[in-house]
C-alpha cells in the first residue's frame, strides 16, 4: 500500500476479525504495543476509530488518545460480574438484593443479610457459574473455596429470561428462554431487531443502559417472574459469536462493525451484507 493511501485509513483493527473487509486495516495482536512500528503507531493514533484493540491494549490506546471499539469500559463490563452489578445499583436498576464480598468477615455476615436458597458467583461472568445455596452447609463449603471478589445473590423464583443484544446505541437482536434463576436457560432462537429507537420498553431500557454507562456492546439480562412483566437486572455478557438472520449465518464483530458505522456521522450507511469473497486483506505492504 503506498503511504499517500495510508494516509486515507479510518478504521485500523487489532484483532484479525475484519482482516478480509477492504475497510479495514489489520495490524494483527502482538505481545505489546512497542513491537509495532512508529508508522503503525502512527495509524493507530491518527484512525477514525481502532477496531476490536482486545482487553490487554484498549486501556493504553484510550489514555494515548485513540477511540476504541470496543472500550476499554465495555471490555470490563462484559467480563466483570462485580463491576456489573455496581453499575445496576447506581443506575437504581431493579434487581434482587445482591452483594459483592471481600474477605472472610463478609463471609460470616452473609447468614445474618441473606435467606436461604441464594445464589453464589465468582467474578467472571463468562466463566464463573452460578451456583444454588439451598442449606448453610452448602455455604460454609462453598464460601470456604471462593475468592475474593465474590458474589451472593438472592434467588427469585424466576420463569423467564429475556436477553437483549445493543452494539452501538442499536438493538441488535433479543431472545428469550425459560429459566429457573441458576442453569442454562431452555432458548428460543434470537430475533433480529436492528432499531435504534425501538418502541417496546423492554428494549428501550436495555438500550438506556448501555447508553447511559457508554457500553458499546453487550448482552443486557433479565429475569422475568412467570405472569409479570416486571423484569429484573441479573448482567451483563459477551454477545453470541454469531446469529441467524434472513436464513444466513452473519458473524458477531461484522454485525458490531455494520451498527458502528451506523452510528457515525458523515459515513455512508451501507445495509448489512456479507463481505465479498476474494477481497484482500488490507496490510501495510499490499
Known amino acids: 500500500m503506498a503511504d499517500d493511501n495510508l494516509q486515507q485509513v479510518s478504521f485500523v483493527a487489532l484483532a484479525p476479525f475484519l482482516r478480509d473487509d477492504s475497510r479495514v486495516l489489520t495490524l494483527g495482536v502482538r505481545p505489546t504495543l512497542g513491537d509495532y512500528s512508529t508508522e503503525e503507531r502512527r495509524l493507530l493514533r491518527e484512525a477514525r476509530c481502532v477496531l476490536f484493540p482486545t482487553v490487554r491494549f484498549a ?24 463491576q456489573q452489578w455496581i453499575l445496576a445499583a447506581f443506575l437504581n436498576l431493579p434487581r434482587v438484593q445482591a452483594r459483592v464480598g471481600y474477605g472472610k468477615k463478609v463471609k460470616r455476615d452473609v447468614p445474618l443479610r441473606f435467606s436461604l436458597p441464594f445464589r453464589v458467583a465468582g467474578p467472571h461472568s463468562h466463566k464463573d457459574p452460578v451456583v444454588l445455596v439451598k442449606s448453610w452447609r452448602e455455604w460454609h463449603a462453598a464460601a470456604a ?26 438493538v441488535v437482536a433479543r431472545r428469550t428462554g425459560i429459566w429457573n434463576g441458576v442453569d442454562e436457560p431452555l432458548w428460543l432462537p434470537w430475533v433480529a431487531v436492528f432499531q435504534t429507537d425501538p418502541e417496546e420498553e423492554l428494549l428501550r431500557f436495555s438500550l438506556k443502559v448501555c447508553q447511559t454507562a457508554h457500553i458499546d456492546e453487550a448482552v443486557v439480562c433479565w429475569g422475568r417472574l412467570d405472569g409479570s412483566p416486571k423484569v429484573f437486572f441479573e448482567g451483563l455478557q459477551r454477545p453470541p459469536p454469531f446469529m441467524q438472520h434472513k436464513g444466513e449465518r452473519r458473524d458477531r464483530h461484522r454485525i458490531a462493525f455494520w451498527a458502528l458505522l451506523q452510528s457515525m456521522p458523515h459515513v455512508f450507511k451501507t445495509p448489512f451484507l456479507r463481505p465479498r469473497r476474494g477481497v484482500v486483506r488490507r496490510t501495510l505492504t499490499s
Request: hydrophobic share 40%; proline share 8%.
Open 145 to 170: 473455596s471462593l475468592k475474593d471478589p465474590w458474589m451472593v445473590m438472592d434467588w427469585a423464583p424466576y420463569r423467564w429470561r429475556d436477553e437483549v443484544w445493543v452494539a452501538c446505541s442499536m
Open 59 to 82: 486501556d493504553v490506546l484510550e489514555a494515548g488518545g485513540c477511540r476504541c471499539f470496543p472500550s476499554a469500559a465495555t471490555y470490563r463490563y462484559q467480563r466483570w460480574r462485580p
